[in-house]
Every structure is written in C-alpha cells, then in structure tokens.
C-alpha cells in the first residue's frame, strides 16, 4: 500500500479486533442520501462505481442517479443476453421433426439465420464425434440452411 492507504488502514486497524479493521458504519452498510434506503451495496463496474439493491440490480430512486457510462454498459449487457436467449429458443425449436423447415417459414434476421446455421454444425460435428452415426443424420437440416442462406445471399436463385 501506499502512505496514504497506510495511515488510513493504521487509523481504522485495532490490534484486539478479529478481523485486524474496524470501518466506520457508513462504509459496512451505505444508506441512498435520496431515499434512505438501507438494504444497498456499492458495486464497481469497470471504472465506475454505483449502487445496487440486494438482488443485485441497480438501485434507483428520484434523487440518485446511475452514471451514464453504466446505463450504457448495463444495456449492452442486457442487449446481448436477450440476443442470446432469442438465439436459444430458435434453435430449440429447430431441433424439433421438421423444425427447420418451420423455423424458415417464419421471419428470421440473416444473422439469427448465420447463427443457427453455425449452431447447427457445431451440434452435426459434437454429436458426430460423440456417436457412430456421424454427419448423414444432419445434412439434409444443414443443407436447407445453407440454402437458405445462399438465396438470401443472392448466390442461388
């Protein structure tokens, strides 16, 4: 630690303590200065520093305020994982008798259609490595995609 840290840490440190640090209340258990909510944590994202209720989201109330570059994190965050859970459900749904076809059938992005065909050849070479079967079982699922794939492309007609 630095000199500074140090005649901090020696100001709060009491010898006969278990845990060697004594902290002042307000540091154990911070209070929101708008509307005294008690059950709230500082929590560091990055750089910045913000707090959170007990389940982990972030606290908020009229009078305190998340910094920008947090809301923005938190929403790319939250951006990617429902791009996830959208990318899970398709797939699931894919691996139904005739799911691909019926995946096809309704509106999917050429993104959501390049990761489900990306999934669909990691699962063909897993489930190959895995099994005796190997990749028969799945080119006819793999090839509509590709096709798919290819007409929107404008490579086929």
Not at 40 to 45: A, L, M, Q, S, V
Request: glycine residues 6%; proline residues 3%.
């Amino acid at each position: 630690m630095g000199d500074i840290a140090d005649m901090d840490a020696d100001r709060y440190w009491d010898g006969f303590d278990e845990d060697f640090y004594s902290y002042p209340d307000y540091i154990k258990h911070p209070k929101c200065k708008g509307c005294g909510t008690k059950h709230i944590r500082w929590e560091k994202f990055k750089t910045k520093w913000f707090l959170v209720n007990d389940n982990g989201a972030p606290h908020r109330c009229g009078k305190y305020e998340l910094p920008v570059e947090v809301l923005k994190e938190l929403a790319i965050e939250n951006f990617k994982k429902q791009k996830t859970l959208i990318s899970d459900k398709i797939f699931k749904k894919s691996l139904s008798y005739n799911g691909v076809q019926k995946v096809l059938d309704k509106f999917l992005t050429n993104e959501q259609l390049l990761d489900l065909y990306t999934r669909w050849l990691n699962y063909a070479a897993n489930d190959a490595a895995h099994n005796s079967r190997g990749w028969r079982i799945y080119d006819k699922k793999i090839d509509e995609l590709k096709q798919e794939l290819l007409k929107r492309l404008k490579y086929v007609e």
